[in-house]
């Protein structure tokens, strides 16, 4: 047996490990016909952002974090993201951590605000699970949170001033 034959006997072998103890696909070989189908996506409202996300989009079904300094087109990104969702009649939802959503300037941008699901959460907890609530109900196409630096667990607005609340933001994103 040459080099090549036992490396491919071992890959083989580890290969067959990992598939009983994790299932089917849990590796997998992007040549092969069972490779896993084209994601489906959410334009982003722009031609450029869509193309370099390599996927026409948001891809739909997970969490994706835009960040970026103050001011600096976050929300608006965001709002494009749930015009494009609503023209190919889709459901969104907009979870208004900052209670600072602009209604107006949203439907500029072309959101249709009357079927906007629209909350604005007193706690960092609240919000968290009025978006859990939203993403098992299964009839959502965009949920956004707004921000994610405006979620503030119960425990510090119910506290003292003074009180110390080190890494309760960061407990509560854990938990997210």
Same mark, same amino acid.
């Given at each position: 047996?040459? %080099?090549?034959?036992? /490396?491919?006997?071992?890959?083989?072998? @580890?290969? #067959?490990?990992?598939? *009983?103890?994790? =299932?089917?696909? !849990?590796?997998?070989?992007?040549?092969?016909?069972?490779?896993?189908?084209?994601?489906?996506?959410?334009?982003?409202?722009?031609?450029?952002?869509?193309?370099?996300?390599?996927?026409?989009?948001?891809?739909?079904?997970?969490?994706?974090?835009?960040?970026?300094? %103050?001011?600096?087109? /976050?929300?608006?990104?965001?709002?494009? @993201?749930? #015009?494009?969702?609503? *023209?190919?009649? =889709?459901?969104? !939802?907009?979870?208004?951590?900052?209670?600072?959503?602009?209604?107006?300037?949203?439907?500029?941008?072309?959101?249709?605000?009357?079927?906007?699901?629209?909350?604005?959460?007193?706690?960092?907890?609240?919000?968290?699970?009025?978006?859990?609530?939203?993403?098992?109900?299964?009839?959502?196409?965009?949920?956004?949170?707004?921000?994610?630096? #405006?979620?503030?667990?119960?425990?510090?607005?119910?506290?003292?001033?003074?009180?110390?609340?080190?890494?309760?933001?960061?407990?509560?994103?854990?938990?997210?």
């Amino acid at each position: 047996m040459t %080099e090549k034959d036992e /490396k491919k006997r071992a890959l083989d072998l @580890a290969l #067959a490990q990992i598939e *009983k103890q994790y =299932g089917k696909g !849990a590796v997998m070989k992007l040549g092969t016909e069972d490779r896993p189908a084209d994601v489906p996506a959410i334009s982003s409202g722009s031609l450029g952002l869509d193309i370099a996300l390599g996927v026409g989009g948001f891809p739909r079904g997970r969490v994706i974090e835009i960040f970026g300094p %103050e001011s600096s087109g /976050k929300t608006t990104l965001t709002l494009h @993201a749930i #015009a494009e969702a609503q *023209k190919a009649g =889709g459901v969104a !939802a907009f979870i208004d951590a900052e209670h600072a959503l602009d209604l107006t300037y949203a439907k500029k941008l072309g959101v249709q605000t009357d079927d906007l699901l629209v909350s604005q959460p007193d706690t960092g907890e609240q919000a968290l699970e009025i978006a859990e609530t939203l993403v098992r109900s299964g009839a959502i196409d965009v949920i956004v949170v707004d921000s994610v630096a #405006a979620l503030v667990p119960r425990a510090e607005i119910e506290g003292e001033m003074g009180d110390a609340h080190m890494g309760l933001q960061a407990r509560l994103m854990s938990q997210a």
